[in-house]
């Protein structure tokens, strides 16, 4: 969705090493999700937010942290916690009672 | 636990024909459904929505269908074309609270010249 932009497209980690993945939208949604996907998989939830200044667990979310300092914003940090962080990001956000809408995604590759 | 599934993992089929696409959900609590186009390496895209009041929707060469009854969802393409071959999947959510999706796995679309 031309609303939400994740950034960088392709990532590498080395092992032990923590790195963020972006992930801004100028549609004024308030909520937005992480979600990962691994191949032949659905999409599994990591975290979301509903409002700034908060946020909640889903259902993988050891390893990984996110903060919603603006609304605009929703950064996610993959930690040297996660062991098998290989695998595509996607962001997503949902607003006035549709969605979500899904921004390119970050493909992350450990090196 | 309550999941949404499709029921074919791979649809091929021809050129200009229709394709039609199904998901079962178990949650009757669910009032929200979506339907997402993905091609490889993309993010997924938005197809079509509808509501729980709504057992029909209509889009451009695409209709989802909801019954309720059976919960069942499914997508109809019709004159399916090259542009359309992808990997297509449903979600279900409930509104009130937190408003939390849950994805199916999807179902690979081939469309033959």
């Known amino acids: 969705d031309g609303g939400i932009t994740q950034s960088p497209k392709y990532l590498f980690r080395k092992e032990g090493q923590n790195v963020t993945l972006s992930c801004e939208q100028n549609?004024?949604?308030?909520?937005m999700y992480w979600y990962r996907q691994d191949p032949g998989q659905g999409l599994r939830l990591i975290y979301y937010s509903q409002i700034v200044n908060d946020f909640q667990k889903g259902d993988i979310a050891e390893g990984y942290s996110v903060s919603r300092e603006k609304k605009e914003s929703f950064p996610l940090t993959v930690t040297s916690a996660q062991k098998n962080p290989t695998a595509f990001y996607l962001c997503a956000t949902m607003g006035r009672g549709r969605g979500p809408f899904f921004g390119q995604g970050t493909r992350l590759t450990v090196v | 636990g309550e999941s949404v599934g499709l029921h074919l993992p791979t649809l091929s089929v021809q050129e200009g024909d229709n394709s039609i696409i199904n998901c079962a959900y178990s949650n009757s609590a669910s009032d929200y459904f979506i339907w997402y186009k993905q091609e490889s390496g993309k993010g997924p895209q938005f197809i079509i929505d509808i509501r729980s009041n709504m057992d029909k929707r209509q889009g451009q060469r695409v209709t989802v269908l909801l019954n309720k009854t059976v919960k069942h969802l499914s997508l109809q393409i019709a004159a399916t074309q090259p542009g359309d071959s992808a990997v297509y999947f449903c979600?279900?959510?409930?509104?009130?609270?937190?408003?939390?999706?849950?994805f199916g796995r999807g179902t690979s679309l081939i469309v033959h010249p």
């Open positions: 979600a279900e959510a409930r509104g009130g609270g937190s408003y939390i999706p849950t």
């Open positions: 549609l004024n949604h308030d909520a």
